[in-house]
């Protein structure tokens, strides 16, 4: 396991040492930086009228603001958590065939990430029912 991190290491820096010595033109990198610019302006004005959206939604900037990052909660949460849970996996069926107590850790693992998972789901929902249902 050292030796394929430390090969990994080793061609990860050679790649990375050719691509910060790359010689770049100017017209290259100022139709980069115009493109970039633009699309990070895009991006940035669409997530404003999104938040804007979950604003006029709920009535209240707070209350807008905290279902906004509920949201990015529960859309981020999907991929890290089967992450978790395929990692989890790995330790409790292939590692911990042999080692007892790594198995355990996978199991361990499996039931806090499919939790979380949950949790993150479950959430915005819970934020939403008590907001509006309650609150008015």
């Known amino acids: 396991m050292k030796k394929i991190i430390i090969s990994f290491i080793i061609v ?14 100017a017209q290259s990198a100022e ?13 940035k004005e669409k997530e404003k009228n999104e938040l804007s959206d979950y604003v006029e939604t709920y009535g209240d ?10 949201a990015k909660i529960r859309i ?10 395929a990692v989890s996996a790995i330790y409790q069926y292939i590692i911990g065939i042999r080692k007892l107590d790594v198995r355990d850790k996978g199991m361990g693992l499996m039931i806090s990430f499919v939790t979380i998972l949950v ?7 819970i934020f939403a029912i008590v907001v509006k249902g309650w609150r008015n």
Do not use: D
């Open 12 to 25: 990860f820096s050679i790649f990375s040492i050719f691509l910060i010595y790359k010689p770049v033109n």
């Open 31 to 43: 139709v980069l930086n115009s493109e970039t610019g633009s699309k990070l302006i895009e991006i």
């Open 61 to 70: 900037e707070s209350y807008g603001f905290v279902a906004y990052v509920l």
């Open 76 to 85: 981020y949460s999907i991929p890290l958590c089967f992450l978790g849970i």
């Open 119 to 125: 949790i993150c789901q479950v959430l915005p929902l």
